[in-house]
């Protein structure tokens, strides 16, 4: 038989946490065809691995890059990460399925400009996304403030009984063209008067689609079991799985308070499906909240509307600066984006710890000045966390990345390295791979990251360079 590719000797993590084994992976078409400790064959293409670890491309569950990644489709802060696919429209904020009539309401404004939503359907969407080609690929939830913002003409109420069914409506449009599941981002003020019922409501069209519910709580600060609750209590009405986005205890009095949470995970997770996504930083970031504007811990500004030169500066120094104080600089700053280094450590450790912890970015693409998890996450979790400060061993971090992600969001057929699943690969060097992006320079590929395949394509690898763009479109699969 003659292969596309063949990976020869090399340490295959296969993505479900079972240990690591030497073989030979041979790949025809899109597909792994055959592993085992010897292939005999030919291929168009041999590659040494030379020990180095294979393992499924990773999965970044958690990302805003719904249109960047059709405008930007070689996609270098993913692919050089060994990503293979981005789950996109979380937080509540979709760029499919959204219309947006003038202005693009606050947080949907991380996703691009109003004239780049052209989106209306996630059937249009996919179509962008296979035209563009991207080298990773792109599965969709829809939002829940996208919905709101299509269908309603004040953001800061609740929603009617009409609004609530023309949403529905949408939803399962939505849900029937492939979308993965709903989204919400209820601590954000364009979501925060939505009431539970009006959410459970929306859960309704997910259960007899089979969709799943992604959150950001209606709060990551003090009232965080109760956010949790409100979570929790969703996901029971429509019986259908909740994913916490980026769970984490923020702000200096909530430090330590994962202990609490996950307690109330464990317990929860005997009676229905919860998980949750996590970044592996210590610091926040998303757009400037008045709210969350504190001298308990610094905060970067990452961009500003009308003063984009005070990009990378603390708000206290350019509150000195302007002999101002912190809310009165910014409220001057709106619209901003903003890294806030509101957590504890030790926090961030317990949750990435957790057995039904994902790895998730959350980078944010459009930021002159980004988080450095856009560049950055999966190979500090290899890197950092695993090698170096043995949080858990490779084989598990390789499956929060991999299989865990493909089970919960139902992809199938990948996330494993499999005979018969799809050729989305990445090799590294288990002794080199590390995080390079900082947070004073953050747009920098990581380094170990030595070849990356999506979809039987070679796309990724010598020189950092992206080779090949085969990603597709992921449609739900009931
Ligand atoms: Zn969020």
């Keep these: ?12 993590i296969d993505g479900s946490g079972g240990a690591e084994y030497r073989a030979d992976v041979a790949i025809l078409g899109d597909r792994i065809v055959d592993i085992a400790p010897s292939i005999t064959g030919e291929a168009e293409c041999e590659i040494d691995g030379g020990g180095r670890v294979l393992a499924p491309g990773f999965i970044d569950v958690h990302t805003h890059d719904d249109i960047n990644v059709i405008r930007f489709p070689e996609y270098l802060p993913k692919i050089s990460q060994g990503v293979t696919t981005v789950i996109v429209g979380n937080c509540g904020i979709s760029a ?3 219309t947006i009539k003038t202005q693009v309401p606050d947080p949907m404004n991380l996703l691009g400009e109003a004239e780049q939503f052209i989106y209306p359907t996630v059937e249009a969407y996919s179509h962008a996304v296979e035209q563009a080609r991207p080298a990773i690929n792109v599965g969709t939830l829809v939002g829940h403030t996208a919905l709101r913002n299509n269908q ?3 953001l800061f109420r609740t929603a009617s009984a009409d609004e609530i069914s023309a949403m529905r409506k949408q939803l399962k449009l939505a849900l ?7 989204s919400t981002g209820l601590a954000y003020a364009s979501a925060f008067q939505s009431s539970t019922e009006e959410v459970m409501a929306l859960v309704e069209e997910l259960a007899a689609e089979k969709g799943i519910y992604t959150t950001h709580l209606r709060s990551e600060f003090e009232p965080i079991l109760d956010a949790l609750d409100e979570a929790f209590r969703i996901g029971r009405h429509g019986n259908v799985p909740v994913v916490v986005s980026h769970h984490k ?9 994962t202990v609490e949470t996950l307690k109330l995970f464990d317990k929860v997770r005997q009676q229905q499906d919860v998980s949750c996504d996590c970044y592996p930083y210590s610091a926040s970031s998303s757009t400037l909240d008045m709210k969350q504007i504190t001298d308990e811990f610094d905060i970067i500004i990452t961009w500003s509307g009308p003063h984009p030169e005070v990009a990378g500066q603390t708000l206290k120094q350019i509150a000195q600066s302007w002999s101002m104080s912190l809310h009165e600089v910014g409220k001057l700053l709106m619209p901003a984006g903003a890294i806030y280094y509101n957590m504890d450590e030790q926090d961030v450790r317990r949750v990435l710890r957790y057995p039904v912890t994902m790895v998730g970015s959350d980078g944010l693409p459009n930021d002159p000045m980004p988080h450095p998890r856009l560049w950055g996450a999966f190979p500090r979790v290899l890197g950092h966390y695993s090698r170096d400060e043995k949080l858990f061993p490779l084989t598990e971090a390789v499956h929060k990345m991999t299989g865990m992600s493909a089970a919960r969001f139902q992809l199938p057929e990948r996330g494993l390295v499999k005979r018969g ?14 995080d390079v992006a900082s947070f004073s320079h953050p747009k920098q590929p990581a380094a170990g990251i030595e070849a990356v395949m999506v979809n039987g394509v070679m796309s990724y690898g010598a020189g950092q360079q992206v080779t090949g763009r085969a990603g597709r479109f992921l449609r739900r699969q009931a």
């Design 421 to 434: 699943y799809y050729a989305d690969l990445v090799l590294f060097d288990p002794a080199t791979v590390r």
């Design 152 to 154: 309603m003409d004040d």
């Design 96 to 98: 499919a399925g959204a």
């Design 249 to 257: 205890c923020a702000g200096a009095k909530n430090w330590g308070r």
């Design 1 to 12: 038989m003659k292969f596309d590719y063949l990976f020869r000797n090399v340490t295959v």
């Design 176 to 182: 029937q063209q492939g979308a993965l599941g709903l």
